[in-house]
């Protein structure tokens, strides 16, 4: 009972053969995962992760995306607009061109037309017709027309002894810097007479009057205004007409050099160009016999009413057009007893660009002195009180020199 029963062999798998093929499983199945089952490439590795992390980032940065999409349209919107811009530009620049190509042909046109009308009222001496005129018109800068009477002989002579050149610097003023500076009067009611003999007589000395088909008087400025203007433009083919008084003191360097940097402009248009405005009170009925009585106060409105605001009568400048304009219509546009209230109702009703420009329109010194001697001389000098320099005769030399330039300054001066 107690002796143990021999082991007997018989059809089972014995103890020691199960495990021994128990260890032979373990290193086979070590060595087919060992040669089937490859350690990754490295480089390949990193390819996955950045692959992976690029669209981690795209997933979770979906609006840099879209910021960066948007901004390459807003640069190409950009560059399409530069684009557009750059050909509206040159579409205006074509435009403009050709709209001041026909601004000229019209001015042409028109100043060939007033030239007609000039022959129609000039001396049938006369042979050459208005169209032969007008082509033969030398090309200016501008036409200084400054406003004188027959008894101004002092003042006249005060001038030429001060601001204008005299004789061959008139003329050469004239040639190299298209400057045309004449003094304006008309004739007498009488012509022929001593009054007009005398004028003769100056312009023989001095050339340097233009005369004009007007009977002289105070109360005809109005009229010898339209004529200075049409007869000018008839003359010379200018960029701008001036007009001054006899009592004025003019520094030209500064004058050309103001007018210059409008030149400069794209289009020259209608323009006008003044130191000084005013609207006073038109004078009543009750004023008969004032210097700037109005007859026409009426057309104003009520007692107390103003003037429109219109340039004074001093000097101011206008362009080629609205001289042109004056010239051809002068027949039909009106004019009240003051000058520059009738200039400034021709173009009321204009598109005219207005400049008030201060340095025409400086008082005597020690005002101009002053601007002088901080170097921006002034370009037209005169005393409020007087509408002109007072005793312009006495002062104008001392106010020559103590406001003037300099007598080289207009020949240094570039246009």
Request: net charge negative; glycine share 6%.
């Amino acid at each position: 009972m107690g002796l143990s029963r021999p082991h007997k062999a018989g059809n089972g798998v014995s103890t020691r053969w199960v495990s021994f093929f128990c260890i032979a499983s373990f290193f086979l199945g070590v060595l087919v995962i060992n040669r089937f089952w490859a350690v990754p490439d490295s480089d390949k590795m990193d390819e996955e992760v950045s692959s992976v992390e690029r669209h981690q980032s795209k997933a979770l940065h979906p609006i840099d995306d879209c910021e960066k999409k948007a901004s390459l349209k807003t640069i190409d919107a950009i560059v399409r607009a530069g684009d557009i811009l750059s050909q509206v530009s040159q579409t205006h620049d074509v435009i403009m061109t050709l709209d001041k190509t026909i601004s000229s042909l019209e001015m042409q046109l028109a100043a060939a037309r007033a030239a007609k009308v000039n022959d129609d009222v000039r001396s049938p001496m006369v042979t050459k017709s208005g169209s032969e005129q007008f082509k033969e018109r030398p090309k200016v800068f501008f036409v200084m027309g400054i406003i004188t009477a027959f008894s101004s002989r002092k003042r006249r002579d005060s001038i030429r002894e001060t601001w204008m050149p005299r004789g061959e610097e008139l003329r050469k003023l004239e040639k190299e810097k298209g400057i045309v500076m004449r003094f304006v009067i008309g004739h007498s009611a009488t012509p022929g007479g001593v009054l007009d003999r005398a004028v003769d007589a100056e312009d023989e000395q001095h050339k340097d009057f233009l005369r004009l088909n007007h009977i002289e008087g105070y109360h005809e400025l109005s009229s010898k205004t339209q004529v200075y203007f049409s007869t000018a433009v008839a003359k010379w083919d200018a960029d701008f007409y001036i007009k001054v008084d006899d009592d004025v003191h003019i520094n030209l360097g500064m004058v050309g050099s103001t007018l210059a940097r409008h030149r400069s402009k794209p289009r020259l248009l209608a323009i006008i160009i003044y130191g000084s405005h005013s609207s006073d009170l038109p004078l009543a009925t009750n004023c008969r016999g004032v210097k700037y009585h109005e007859p026409e106060y009426w057309k104003f409105g009520e007692e107390g009413n103003k003037y429109f605001r219109h340039a004074t009568g001093q000097i101011y400048v206008i362009s080629k057009d609205l001289a042109t304009y004056i010239s051809v219509n002068r027949h039909i546009l009106h004019k009240f007893a003051n000058e520059d209230v009738s200039l400034g109702s021709w173009f009321i009703g204009l598109d005219v660009e207005h400049i008030d420009d201060r340095s025409l329109c400086c008082g005597t010194p020690p005002d101009c002195e002053w601007k002088a001697q901080a170097g921006n001389p002034c370009a037209a000098s005169f005393d409020w009180s007087c509408s002109g320099i007072c005793k312009s005769v006495e002062r104008m030399e001392e106010v020559h020199q103590r406001c003037g330039e300099g007598d080289e300054a207009i020949w240094h001066t570039s246009f």
